[in-house]
């Protein structure tokens, strides 16, 4: 898979990336419009101080700052369970865009291809190649094993937001999307720790193992791909 930037270490990244994938955006408001929640979304936006998205949404990597006013402004507006299904949604929407526009379809035929435990440390591998494009400023790792969890240190979408539950419903479902039309269509993203909640970071586990010999489930089992170019992997 190949790279269109360079990434920053883990130590560089918080001081050095300040910048979002415009994803963030644009499939929140498609989520908002297929929700029927375009006077909603008037509302979050301007909330958000970034009324101008709504009619001209950006194209390429933007400011981290108003993104996270944007996802915030979802949680305060929207009752909570309208709120994580908007994201929800949202994620799921990016996560089809990124099998669309980019992963090389022969590399997503090749995951296909692989036992659950090898594509899961491929994509991996991938998805942390490209960690700035939904991390922004946030500092990103992965582990892999039978399970693989993601961490996002100073995630910058729930930055200076307190909460008593989970909040980063995107981010889990990008990360679900993509394991189950890769891995696992058993694959499961849970937010075991969150910023929001006062945790030292928002922790996702990728879990494909609940279901016997998941791990051994080749393409006849996996998801369809999603036609369409593909050049690499980011959430851009």
Not at 128 to 150: C, D, E, L, N, Y
């Amino acid at each position: 898979m190949t790279q269109v930037r360079s990434p920053a270490t883990n130590g560089e990244l918080h001081a050095a990336v300040s910048e979002i994938g415009p994803n963030a955006v644009i499939q929140l408001i498609h989520a908002l419009d297929a929700a029927g929640l375009e006077p909603a979304a008037a509302e979050i936006f301007a909330e958000a101080a970034a009324s101008d998205w709504l009619a001209h949404p950006p194209s390429a990597m933007v400011d981290e700052r108003p993104v996270a006013a944007i996802h915030q402004a979802v949680r305060r507006v929207l009752p909570p369970p309208q709120a994580a299904a908007i994201l929800a949604d949202a994620g799921l929407r990016t996560g089809d865009y990124i099998l669309a526009n980019r992963i090389p379809k022969l590399a997503q035929a090749v995951l296909k291809l692989l036992p659950a435990s090898l594509a899961s440390k491929m994509l991996t591998k991938a998805i942390s190649a490209h960690a700035w494009t939904f991390a922004g400023s946030g500092r990103f790792s992965a582990q892999t094993g039978k399970t693989v969890t993601f961490e996002i240190a100073h995630n910058p979408l729930c930055a200076g937001e307190h909460a008593d539950h989970h909040v980063c419903v995107w981010h889990a479902s990008v990360f679900q999307r993509l394991f189950q039309a890769l891995v696992s269509p058993y694959t499961r993203v849970t937010e075991t720790t969150c910023g929001a909640r006062g945790d030292d970071c928002c922790r996702f586990v990728a879990d494909w193992t609940t279901i016997p010999d998941a791990a051994n489930i080749y393409a006849s089992r996996r998801s369809t791909p999603i036609p369409g170019s593909s050049e690499t992997i980011s959430a851009r």
